[in-house]
């Protein structure tokens, strides 16, 4: 029992921890498909909103472009007044005032409108030369969409690495009418325009400042980390590390073959065997393949180890395969945090199966010692029987079980998806098919116990079968025949068939043994009876009291037939008891001069040997002579 509890505790434990990341792993894609629904649904809603947008901005832009034209013309005439007009200057600068004013305005807007975008708006990267990200793009520009003006701008980038010896200098920022561009020679890598400066809050030259700064780091680290000298040095690294990893899973196998040296060893030394009461579970010879197999297994699982985790390192070194260091190390932590995750979510419902599976301990504790009071005869129960107690402790105990498994089943990792419910249903549906004859002899065994045909060792007809019950159990009764044969009869078979038992009376009552006798009507009646009482007074192990009785059970046609009937206790040797009343009936009637001629026997009593042996008769007896008479008639 403590096994099985030890077992069930690591089956919830190993369940839980699978089952919790199965869970999760259901609930993270159920997350996403949300978070994708969600996506949509506001890519659809943005779709509508920078639409709007753009077309708020093509107008803006339009009336920046006639307020710019508008104040050239203000700024040209206030430059041609004199320095007398006051009043008309005046006039202009106030005008020139309500463009800028109008200018802020259209900024300010413009900063309302991005900022309701920034948490939902989609950017696209612009990559650097391993696959980095350098900067985003929110923005379209001209004829460019977002997503074409970032891989636009990615391959200008990486022409970059092309040109010898790159400098800083080689990268200019250039101001135009309404963008500031960065410019290698007389190409564009990019431009940056008023509504770029707005999503990262800052102002176009900052931003182009920026974008120059990070785009010539990456250019001169990119031929760095790709020069002759570099690469030398990593290559070199590489093999270091492939070195070091060889060393180290040369040492993990050395070591572990002398492990196992020691394992051999140790044989019929440590290692004796485990041997529980009159069973071995583990020879020695066995106990050593077992902690061999273990240690190869541990061999593997380090040397498989050492490899995974040298390959971080590996890509560690080459630029190109540094974003794989994170991906390799997720692979395991991520495994690993969500099956600590799941546990540690996990406990409040183990806590409470633990809880359970004490409580209906101890409940079973209490009904086995009830059943071993009422089994002992120590606490009696009116109308229940004392052999009733162990069958009815299993039943309540597989009860309590069924019960417990109710109980907890809530609380199991994974108990409420599609697919515990449907294994769960698919396993009711099998054992209900599979096992409907087990049940049915399962049901009759119970029923049987309640009944209380027999007992153990009670001499017993089951059908045509007569032998003594030697085992009863839940599915067959098992009798040993008088010819020592074992006999296994389903319940359910004892259930559809006549029972006798000859034992459960006998110590009481005792048990009428009887046999007939056809004897002729030419014997006298109480001659028969007398013969025959003596006969059964004479077999051992007939009772004299109460004394053996004659029944004549039918007068038929040649011959009366008697059944001698005496009483024994001893019912298990009814073939020995018999054999010595017909030989004890034989004598007795030999002995009265009784001949046991019927059914069927003819004889010529004239001149013919009687039937009954030579040593009941006189020492004189001689057959008769034939008597034949003879007359003459005229």
Same mark, same amino acid.
């Given at each position: 029992? +403590? ?5 069930? &505790? ?29 996506? +949509? ?51 202009? @600068? ?8 109008? %200018? ?6 413009? =900063? ?28 379209? #520009? ?41 410019? !290698? ?18 102002? =176009? ?66 290692? +004796?065997?485990?041997?529980?009461? $009159? ?18 297994? /541990? ?22 395969? +540094? ?13 690993? @945090? ?10 409040? *419902? ?25 089994? $002992? ?42 697919? &515990?419910?449907? !294994? ?5 549906? #099998? ?7 087990? /049940?049915?002899?399962? !049901?009759?065994?119970?029923? /049987? ?8 060792? %009670? ?16 599915? !067959? ?5 008088? =010819? ?16 006798? $038992? ?29 013969? /025959? ?50 030989? *004890? ?32 008769? %006189? ?6 002579? &034939? $008597? ?7």
């Amino acid at each position: 029992m +403590k096994f099985i509890f030890q077992l069930f &505790f690591l089956l919830i434990l190993s369940q839980c921890s699978y089952s919790q990341t199965k869970e999760q792993k259901s609930e993270a894609e159920k997350t996403e498909v949300k978070e994708v629904l969600v996506a +949509k649904q506001v890519d659809s809603a943005n779709a509508v909103v920078l639409n709007a947008y753009n077309k708020k901005l093509e107008e803006l832009e339009v009336q920046r472009l006639r307020d710019s034209v508008q104040q050239s013309k203000l700024q040209s005439k206030l430059e041609k007044l004199s320095t007398t007009d006051n009043i008309q200057k005046d006039k202009l @600068l106030k005008q020139l005032q309500e463009f800028a004013d109008k %200018d802020k305005e259209r900024l300010e807007f413009k =900063k309302r409108q991005i900022d309701s975008l920034r948490t939902t708006a989609k950017s696209y990267p612009v990559m650097g030369f391993f696959n980095d990200t350098l900067f985003a793009i929110y923005n379209r #520009l001209g004829s460019f969409s977002v997503k074409d003006r970032a891989e636009a701008i990615s391959n200008r980038i990486q022409k970059l690495a092309d040109i010898y010896q790159f400098k800083k200098e080689d990268i200019q920022i250039s101001a135009s009418e309404s963008t500031v561009d960065l410019m !290698v020679g007389e190409s564009i890598l990019t431009s940056i325009s008023e509504n770029d400066a707005i999503w990262n809050n800052t102002t =176009k030259e900052e931003l182009a400042k920026k974008y120059k700064s990070t785009i010539e780091n990456a250019v001169i680290k990119y031929q760095e980390e790709t020069s002759t000298e570099t690469l030398s040095k990593e290559i070199g690294l590489a093999l270091l590390v492939l070195l070091v990893v060889g060393i180290i899973i040369f040492f993990i196998r050395k070591g572990f073959r002398k492990l196992n040296q020691k394992i051999s060893e140790q044989e019929g030394k440590l290692l +004796k065997g485990i041997t529980i009461k $009159n069973y071995t579970l583990f020879d020695t010879s066995r106990q050593v393949n077992v902690f061999t197999s273990i240690s190869n297994v /541990l061999k593997w699982v380090l040397t498989i180890l050492t490899i995974y985790l040298s390959l971080p390192i590996l890509f560690g070194i080459f630029p190109w395969t +540094k974003h794989f260091t994170d991906t390799l190390i997720e692979y395991i932590k991520s495994p690993a @945090l969500k099956i600590v995750h799941g546990v540690w979510d996990y406990l409040p *419902n183990l806590v409470t199966i633990i809880v359970i599976v004490i409580f209906f301990r101890y409940v079973l504790r209490l009904v086995y010692f009830l059943k071993t009071e009422v089994e $002992n005869g120590k606490l009696q129960l009116s109308g229940f029987y004392p052999d009733w107690a162990n069958p009815t402790y299993q039943i309540i105990k597989v009860i309590l079980y069924a019960f417990m498994g109710i109980v907890i089943f809530p609380y199991l990792p994974g108990s409420d998806s599609p697919i &515990f419910q449907g !294994v769960s249903v698919f396993l009711g549906v #099998l054992f209900t098919f599979g096992s409907s004859g087990s /049940l049915s002899n399962v !049901v009759a065994g119970l029923v /049987l116990t309640y009944m209380r045909l027999f007992t153990i060792g %009670d001499r017993v007809k089951i059908g045509e079968v007569v032998g003594d019950v030697i085992e009863k159990s839940m599915l !067959v009764t098992r009798v040993r025949t008088t =010819k020592n044969e074992i006999i296994s009869i389903p319940n359910s078979t004892v259930m559809n068939s006549h029972t006798i $038992n000859y034992s459960s009376d006998a110590p009481k009552n005792g048990l009428i043994l009887h046999t007939t006798v056809t004897i002729g009507y030419d014997v006298p009646w109480k001659k028969v009876h007398q013969s /025959l009482i003596d006969a059964a007074n004479r077999t051992e192990l007939l009772q004299d009291t109460p004394a053996p009785f004659v029944l004549q059970t039918s007068l038929d046609d040649f011959y009366v037939s008697y059944q001698i009937n005496a009483y024994t206790k001893e019912v298990s040797k009814q073939a020995l008891i018999y054999s010595n009343l017909h030989a *004890n009936i034989q004598d007795c009637c030999n002995e009265n001069g009784i001949e046991i001629l019927s059914p069927h026997y003819r004889a010529a009593r004239d001149g013919s040997q009687t039937t009954i042996p030579e040593d009941y008769l %006189d020492s004189n007896y001689k057959a008769p002579k &034939f $008597n034949v008479s003879i007359s003459k008639e005229d």
